[in-house]
């Protein structure tokens, strides 16, 4: 019991941080009810399979073949084929992140893959899937997990891309994607 | 001082947008930075970071060598180099060799440090800065005037102006337009690009990886878009262990930026996939540049702690008014003045030095836990020694260690008997009677000094004594100070003896680079003060009792004087500040406060030395409070009053400013008395106050604690 009170606690934490840098948190019980919520939130930005209208998904262990097809199937202009000018041109990138820190409310990625940097980079709008059970504490504890000869490119995502670099106010959204939209998946397997 | 200098600062101080955005920026660094650190133990992080560092710093060939290995095994190329000038071959042979038409960068202060950029287009390369406040400056053909937020000093008006310019006409000064311009301009130069070079934040050497922390994103465009990314890193950035990066990570965003977290976080440990599927050229520069001289320097090994937070920029209270630019081209702030001294020249720091006025805020804030303060005192001291004592130097402190000939001439000078008093001399003497009296007004200098008033004064016998030193001002200026502390203790049973030999207590040498007068000056001191049988060695002023409980010792260090130092170290045991030794009086039962004392409003201003350095600041606050006063705080109580000893002559263009705020401070807290510890704040907050008519009233806490003493 105090092992699942203290797992929520860190939920909270972590959704709290993650909203305080100005990214969303939706929080759901299964894969299938995330791959449904990515595929309405896809057709809510206008996805589609016209010119910049394309969003741009990085291989990940959520997505099996089968579920593949019937993503493409659901939403026109999603491609799982992640080239860096789709990626350069499409509305949003989905990928799937390894851990979370509840203190900072940031994401990491083993982003070798060149993928997976591509669709958190250059879309306006990053998706990223997390297994509920990948919510770390901390710093810490992350980097006790993380090995970087194994993993030559990681990524530590907090919430989206931001400047104060003009008289110190806050602009969100410069080089990187200017929303964040994490989705806890309660029954998603730890990825690394 | 130099009159181009003293003119960048002038221009500086007549910029309202420079004062206004940066004095903002502080104010709102204060509160944030304090919220970033809330649950988080600073002193026990700052220590494991200068741990880690300071490990690092001595072993920097080993760990460039480990570092080198890692890396090499990996697939990536390590170039090392002692000289800027191979840096910039190696990357424009590299980027030829490679057919490279374009480049972009992400911030590297390295790359500043070598005008890298000039280097490439030169050579007809296009290197694009995409750093937002980079981007900026570039365009405007500016030098970044803060280590973290290049282009603090502009406002959206002028960076309206100058995308207008060089970019494209129409853009308007609405910042959320002008971001989103910039990331249309930029987003073709990243796809563009054939070359990324970025800097680092940590060069891991276990594992050869390099730590880059940003927020707009464009470290990671510049690292994955690119096929060549080529990291130029100085030596100083390298730790030992892959586990150490957590302290660094967890310091630098708060400290820098006052973020639990920046945005982006990206750690390269080796080559990764192109987006054509090509392995990237990875090619990974360990610049020295002298870091391992000075990590071979007993003082300055210090330095190579620092992780480019910047914080001692944003506390500091001549930063905040002057900006970056009075400082120099590439490292500004505080440890700016300390980095420009060895990665450019000693006499480069000359002026720049001169603009620390000693409060020691950056020290406070520093998570590699660097004395600032010091070190710049100890530039001084070596620009002093390289460049020797001046003339009008010699003759000034010729006087001020002759006690009375010091006192007759400034009491001639301040009844205006003097002819001298004209022709400047006085103006250079420590602290006192400068004819720049816009601000504040001047004390009047006691007819008798306090070493004669205190023979006068009615002691009783006691068998405890104390010694107590009085200081130039007490002892010149404020005698009834001194009478304060005398009457205090005779309260406790203890008699007050005034040691004859004593003289100045080599603050103001010290803090000119003197050291051989001001370990003279301790020497004197020392002398005289062991010669008494007491217990206590007593002063009122925290710059006096700073300098007899540990100048003194680090003077006669510094100068090569160590036969004197069981000396320094025996006086030293002795000294105590007055409200440390009130408050063990009172708890003691040899003091009582008289009852009944009516609740009276008052403020406190903290004294830099007594604060940071005595770290005794609360002590005055609660004897007050138990004496049955009710303190109001002023905002940035501990914020230095501009006096700063003789820095109120040698810049009173920066001191006034200081002392306004201050003012504004004490005022806006509605209390009718200011409680101070320090004389020297006395002086210069009570001759503000005077200046304006204010009726608010001045007093060192001595005074006013001897009408609630019993």
């Known amino acids: 019991m105090s092992a699942i009170l203290e797992s929520s606690a860190i939920i909270e934490s972590f959704k709290s941080h993650a909203e305080a840098v100005s990214a969303q948190v939706q929080r759901v019980a299964t894969k299938q009810m995330a791959l449904e919520l990515i595929a309405r939130l896809l057709h809510e930005e206008g996805v589609d399979d016209k010119p910049k209208c394309h969003a741009v998904w990085a291989a990940c262990p959520l997505v099996g073949p089968a579920e593949r097809q019937a993503l493409e199937r659901a939403v026109p202009g999603l491609t799982f084929d992640v080239t860096r000018e789709l990626a350069a041109e499409a509305k949003a990138g989905i990928s799937q992140m390894d851990w979370a820190l509840a203190d900072t409310g940031t994401l990491v990625q083993d982003a070798t893959e060149v993928a997976k940097r591509l669709v958190s980079t250059l879309p306006p709008l990053h998706i990223a899937i997390l297994s509920t059970a990948a919510v770390l504490p901390d710093l810490a504890a992350v980097v006790q997990r993380i090995d970087p000869l194994k993993s030559p490119y990681l990524s530590f995502i907090t919430g989206p891309s931001r400047t104060a670099d003009i008289e110190r106010v806050l602009t969100i959204g410069v080089h990187g994607p200017e929303r964040l939209i994490i989705i806890l998946v309660d029954d998603l397997e730890v990825a690394a | 001082m130099n009159k181009e200098f003293k003119q960048s600062i002038v221009n500086a101080l007549a910029n309202p947008n420079l004062g206004g955005a940066l004095g903002r920026f502080s104010e709102a660094y204060r509160v944030g930075r304090a919220k970033a650190y809330e649950g988080i133990d600073f002193e026990s992080l700052r220590t494991s970071v200068a741990e880690i560092k300071s490990a690092a710093a001595a072993h920097l060939d080993e760990l460039a060598e480990k570092f080198t290995q890692a890396a090499e095994a990996r697939g990536t190329k390590v170039f090392r180099t002692d000289s800027p000038q191979a840096v910039k071959d190696y990357i424009l042979r590299l980027a030829q060799k490679h057919g490279v038409k374009s480049v972009v960068k992400s911030k590297s202060m390295a790359s500043e440090e070598i005008h890298l950029n000039k280097h490439l287009e030169q050579a007809g390369i296009e290197v694009r800065e995409t750093d937002l406040g980079e981007w900026i400056i570039q365009l405007a053909h500016q030098t970044p005037s803060h280590m973290v937020m290049p282009a603090i000093h502009m406002t959206k008006e002028e960076v309206t102006d100058v995308f207008n310019e060089n970019v494209e006409a129409g853009q308007t000064p609405d910042i959320a337009k002008l971001v989103r311009f910039a990331r249309g301009k930029l987003r073709p130069k990243f796809l563009q690009a054939e070359m990324g070079i970025t800097g680092a934040n940590i060069a891991v050497a276990d594992t050869g990886s390099i730590v880059i922390v940003t927020n707009e994103g464009n470290a990671r465009l510049v690292t994955t ?59 990974i520069i360990l610049m020295d540049n002298r870091r391992n001289e000075m990590a071979h320097d007993p003082r300055f090994k210090q330095a190579l702690q620092c992780i480019r937070c910047a914080s001692c920029l944003n506390v500091c209270p001549v930063f905040r008014l002057v900006g970056g630019h009075v400082f120099g081209k590439v490292y500004t702030g505080g440890i700016g003045t300390i980095l420009t001294a060895w990665f450019g020249a000693l006499k480069e720091s000359d002026e720049i030095q001169s603009l620390c006025i000693q409060c020691g805020n950056c020290k406070d804030v520093c998570p590699g836990k660097i004395d600032i303060p010091d070190l710049i005192l100890e530039l001084r001291r070596r620009l002093a020694v390289e460049q020797g004592q001046p003339l009008m130097q010699k003759a000034i402190f010729s006087v001020v260690n002759n006690r009375r000939l010091f ?29 720049m009296t816009d601000t504040r007004s001047l004390p009047a200098i006691a007819e008798v000094p306090f070493r004669d008033r205190i023979q006068k004064i009615q002691q009783p016998k006691c068998a405890e004594k104390a010694a107590f030193f009085s200081g130039c001002l007490v002892d010149f200026a404020y005698p009834e100070m001194g009478e304060a502390v005398v009457k205090v203790l005779n309260k406790a049973g203890i008699e007050v003896v005034f040691p004859e030999g004593q003289t100045c207590c080599g603050a103001p040498a010290r803090y000119s680079g003197a050291y051989e007068v001001a370990a003279q000056n301790g020497a004197d001191n020392i002398r005289a003060l062991l010669a008494e049988d007491v217990k206590y060695v007593v002063s009122a002023c925290p710059t006096c009792t700073v300098a007899l409980k540990q100048d003194f010792i680090a003077n006669l260090e510094a100068v090569g004087r160590t036969d004197e130092l069981p000396a320094a170290r025996q006086l030293a045991e002795k000294v105590v500040d007055f409200s440390t030794l009130v408050n063990q009086l009172l708890d003691g039962g040899r003091l009582k406060f008289k009852p009944g004392i009516e609740p009276a409003k008052f403020t406190y201003h903290d004294s830099c030395h007594l604060k940071r350095t005595l770290r005794a600041e609360q002590t005055p606050r609660k004897l007050m409070k138990q004496a049955g006063y009710e303190l109001v705080e002023m905002e940035e109580s501990d914020m230095c009053c501009g006096m700063g000893g003789s820095y109120t002559i040698k810049l009173p263009e920066i001191s006034a400013p200081i002392l306004e705020r201050k003012l504004m401070n004490i005022e806006k807290t509605g209390a009718p008395l200011v409680l101070i510890d320090c004389p020297g704040c006395v002086m210069q907050i009570g001759g503000g106050l005077d200046k304006r008519g204010s009726e608010i009233k001045v007093e060192h806490t001595a005074q006013r604690l001897l009408e609630c003493l019993d």
Do not use: C, W
Request: proline residues 9%; charged residues 15%; without cysteine.
């Open chain 2, 225 to 283: 878009l690119p096929r060549i990314h080529v990291a130029i890193i100085g030596l100083e950035k390298l730790i030992e262990h892959f586990g150490d990066i957590t302290p660094i990570l967890t310091a630098l965003p708060r400290s820098a930026t006052a973020q639990l977290l920046t945005s982006y976080v990206t750690i390269v440990s080796g080559p990764v996939p192109n987006t054509d599927g090509t392995p990237k050229e990875l090619h």
């Open chain 2, 407 to 435: 006192h007759a001439m400034i009491r001639a000078a301040s009844v205006g008997q003097a002819p001298f008093a004209k022709q400047g001399f006085i103006r250079h003497l420590p602290m006192f009677l400068s004819s």
